[in-house]
Nanobody, 115 residues
């Protein structure tokens, strides 16, 4: 059972930056992949960025060039650096971990981009 705890959300103006953190309850070294998803009100939960055990990454087209996913094995933490934020990035952001055969989710952290 992997527990994930997100932090770092908040209110930011358009063009600003935030860094989200996802702390895992166990070593992330052997986790197949971890990722960030987001869900805006009335919309489905969509993939934002993922990082695989081998180090490869994948991004949604809407965030390419603005967001960066990374990890710190020593801290068992995955990060999402978000730059040049737009109002359409407003959503609850969830951390995800895939440990076959299960998917694990954090509780989510709210990101609001507004002036």
């Amino acid at each position: 059972q992997v527990q994930l705890v997100e932090s770092g959300g908040g209110l930011v103006q358009p063009g600003g930056s935030l860094r989200l953190s996802c702390a895992a309850s166990e070593s992330i070294f052997s986790i197949n992949y971890m990722g960030w998803y987001r869900q805006a009100p009335g919309k489905q939960r969509d993939m934002v960025a993922t990082i695989y055990s081998g180090g490869s990454t994948n991004y949604a087209d809407s965030v390419k060039g603005r967001f960066t996913i990374s990890r710190d094995y020593d801290k068992n933490t995955v990060y999402l650096q978000m730059n040049s934020l737009k109002p359409e990035d407003t959503a609850v952001y969830y951390c995800n971990a895939y440990v076959p055969p299960r998917q694990y989710w954090g509780q989510g952290t709210q990101v609001t981009v507004s002036s």
